[in-house]
């Protein structure tokens, strides 16, 4: 069973489209958090979900909302995609916000924006 | 500006060598450091994990080593194998908020 699942995989779009990447957790957790990996590997949080609440919310534009349908699921829809969007997005979550908590990374959904 | 630095950005260590990635630190509220495991095509995964009240913990042929008055923690991972090679990630976060702040990653390649 996969704990943390994203889909699709692999994205490929053109400049300005519209796209979202679905994220579901079968761990009962509370907190999801979507994470970039650009091309140099490094990875940077986005934002994070409590209780269906955003909590972080870091610089980021606007192009980019996220929604929380409910605790297992975090979307993250992108708007007027950029060569610049490129990149691996990865879901992951926690039991909750308090540190000290494993983060369990999804698959990962490599987005290139041509 | 980077929360965690990290390095080296890439190793080469032949099988059977010890490998050893560091990391430092500048926020001294920092008090959970977690080292990740990447392969390539997966997501990242918890490997082994860290509080500031020891110096040390080990978990088969993974350690980390923790200075906390010099702000650095390191990974060694003892006896390495070719099945080790991967991308590892040190992280911080603070007790009260499970924000993890990455460092630069740390692509090892362990040679047959």
């Known amino acids: 069973d996969t704990a943390v699942s994203q889909t699709p995989k692999y994205l490929v779009t053109q400049m300005g489209n519209d796209k979202s990447i679905k994220c579901e957790q079968n761990?009962?957790?509370?907190?999801m958090y979507w994470y970039k990996q650009d091309s140099k590997k490094f990875l940077k949080i986005m934002f994070s979900y409590n209780n269906k609440e955003l909590i972080i919310n870091e610089t980021v534009p606007n192009r980019f909302s996220p929604k929380s349908p409910d605790k297992a699921h975090l979307n993250l829809h992108i708007n007027s995609l950029e060569l610049g969007d490129s990149a691996v997005y990865f879901c992951?979550?926690?039991?909750?916000?308090?540190?000290?908590?494993?983060?369990?990374f999804g698959p990962g959904t490599r987005l290139t924006v041509l | 500006q980077q929360q965690v630095k990290q390095s080296p950005q890439s190793l080469i260590v032949q099988k059977g060598g010890i490998s050893i990635i560091n990391c430092a630190y500048e926020?001294?509220?920092?008090?959970?450091f977690p080292w990740y495991q990447q392969f390539p095509g997966k997501g990242p995964a918890l490997l082994i994990a860290i509080r500031p009240d020891v110096s040390e913990k080990k978990e088969g042929r993974f350690t980390i080593s923790f200075n906390k008055s010099a702000k650095q923690f390191s990974l060694h991972i003892m006896d390495s194998q070719p099945g080790d090679s991967a991308t590892y990630f040190c992280?911080?976060?603070?007790?009260?908020?499970?924000?993890?702040?990455f460092g630069s990653g740390t692509k090892l390649n362990v040679k047959p």
């Open positions: 926020n001294t509220a920092f008090d959970y």
């Open positions: 761990l009962g957790h509370d907190t």
């Open positions: 992280a911080a976060s603070r007790n009260n908020f499970n924000k993890f702040y």
């Open positions: 992951a979550s926690s039991r909750g916000l308090a540190g000290g908590n494993e983060q369990f």
